[in-house]
């Protein structure tokens, strides 16, 4: 695996991590979104990552290569990708509000299916994980950095 593969590989979880933080970001900023333009309130939405295969596509790797022992080695992801963005079609939260034009016949009003303390958790994971990736980017340049030096004798 070269330099350029490792930054790659941290590349594409940036990217992956950016859309699953977009995606959280949407869904907060949503969360009394009673009425979209397909009808009824918001859904919900998140980001449904693959691995990329070693043919630089998602999906199924490339087959197992023999090892010498035996075995046989799997070969390396060279990434992640957002294979889809999945709609929760949960239903929302119901609230009585008779007033609301929006109430059904009992005077219950469909909210989002967002649950705030869900969406922050999630946006603590996807933070986290994204400087995860900006950390092992910065040790791939490091090193790079590092065999420079070696070449001019310093």
């Given amino acids: 695996m070269s330099f350029f593969s490792s930054l790659s590989i941290s590349g594409s979880g940036l990217t992956a991590?950016?859309?699953?933080?977009?995606?959280?970001?949407?869904?907060?900023?949503?969360?009394?979104?009673?009425?979209?333009?397909e009808g009824g309130p918001y859904q919900r939405e998140e980001a449904i990552f693959?691995?990329?295969?070693?043919?630089?596509?998602?999906?199924?790797?490339?087959?197992?290569?023999?090892?010498?022992?035996?075995?046989?080695?799997?070969?390396?992801?060279?990434?992640?990708?957002?294979?889809?963005?999945?709609?929760?079609?949960?239903?929302?939260r119901l609230?009585?509000?008779p007033t609301n034009p929006l109430a059904n016949k009992t005077g219950y009003v469909t909210y989002p299916n967002v649950n705030l303390v869900t969406e922050i958790s999630d946006m603590m994971g996807a933070t986290r994980a994204y400087q995860a990736n900006v950390t092992a980017l910065n040790a791939t340049k490091a090193m790079a950095a590092k065999a420079l030096e070696i070449g001019h004798g310093g």
């Fill in 95 to 97: 609230v009585f509000d």
């Fill in 50 to 92: 693959t691995p990329i295969g070693a043919n630089g596509t998602g999906g199924p790797q490339t087959p197992a290569v023999p090892t010498p022992f035996g075995g046989r080695a799997q070969p390396l992801a060279q990434g992640v990708m957002v294979a889809s963005i999945a709609t929760d079609r949960s239903t929302g």
């Fill in 17 to 37: 991590e950016q859309t699953r933080m977009d995606l959280i970001s949407d869904n907060i900023a949503n969360v009394n979104t009673l009425q979209t333009a």
